[in-house]
């Protein structure tokens, strides 16, 4: 595996190259990665990694100092999984001066759910992702279902600046006991990480409920917040949504049996923890 970190030699590598796989992420790999990169090689030759700990999608009280990074065991990762390139720029490669030209995504889709708790995360988010396409300009890139909203509103950028790059999602890779992969499980204590898969649970209930017909969904994502709370944790948004633009569904999309889906986020201790299911 070829370890670069300037976009100018990365291109050099790159040159010609029409079916590059794309996994961009922010290290600290886990399973959950590792499945996104078998799933990129299956869609494209060369797969193409990246690592960098994106500082624009970080709000100031958040955890970009104290984000995992652990770099060596990644590379020993990638190159088991038969990873062609390893893109690993710093912050002075990727923003040699101020990255001031910025990738807004749409309030509709931005502002909600995990942007209303994170304000200007997604803007971080489109503006890194915009800026390693160009640098890697991949055929296809992979992202995990896991963070949602992050892949819609990815998959909807591409489209309307139609981008050559198709947006693949891959599902979301979970333990034994439910919990979803996540570089921030991490941070939680033993006692917490038993705790963890009630997040998993909650979706579940929610969706067990609207699949018996409980079409209240207010009262169902109340009740879902009221019950982690019970058990001492501090829900931001347990949120039932239309799959295809992420807004509340209406009595009538209910009615009409809209695709679903149910989104959650919620702190156990100091730990802020996301996670979704398809109804
Ligand atoms: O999902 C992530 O790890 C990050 O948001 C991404 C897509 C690598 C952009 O920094």
């Known amino acids: ?106 309030d509709m889709l931005g502002n909600t759910l995990e942007g209303e708790f994170r304000p200007g995360f997604f803007n971080g988010v489109c503006t890194v992702v915009t800026k390693l396409f160009s640098c890697v300009q991949p055929r296809v890139a992979v992202f995990g279902k896991k963070d949602y909203q992050q892949l819609m509103i990815v998959r909807n950028m591409a489209r309307q600046f139609a981008l050559p790059t198709e947006i693949i999602g891959a599902e979301t890779y979970r333990a034994e006991d439910g919990l979803a992969l996540s570089s921030r499980n991490m941070y939680l204590s033993a006692e917490e990480r038993a705790e963890a898969p009630a997040l998993y649970q909650a979706l579940n209930f929610v969706a067990g409920e609207m699949r018996a017909g409980h079409l209240d969904i207010f009262s169902v994502e109340r009740d879902a917040m009221d019950q982690l709370a019970k058990r001492g944790w501090k829900p931001d948004y347990i949120s039932i949504r239309k799959r295809i633009d992420l807004q509340p569904p209406s009595a009538g999309d209910l009615a009409q049996g809209a695709p679903l889906v149910v989104l959650a986020a919620a702190k156990l201790g100091t730990t802020r923890l996301i996670d979704n299911l398809e109804i």
């Not at 500082?55 to 065991?73: H, I, M, S, V």
């Not at 690993?88 to 990738?103: C, F, G, I, S």
């Open 1 to 106: 595996m070829k370890i670069i970190s300037t976009i100018d030699e990365l291109r050099d590598q790159l040159r010609g190259q029409l079916r590059t796989a794309f996994v961009p992420t922010m290290g600290n790999l886990h399973e959950g990665h590792l499945s996104l990169m078998r799933l990129a090689r299956k869609h494209g030759d060369p797969v193409v990694a990246s690592i960098f700990v994106n500082r624009l999608q970080f709000g100031p009280n958040e955890d970009f100092d104290k984000y995992p990074r652990t770099f060596q065991a990644d590379v020993e990762k990638l190159e088991k999984e038969g990873v062609y390139v390893l893109f690993a720029p710093t912050e002075k490669d990727l923003y040699p001066e101020p990255q001031e030209y910025r990738v807004q995504p749409p």
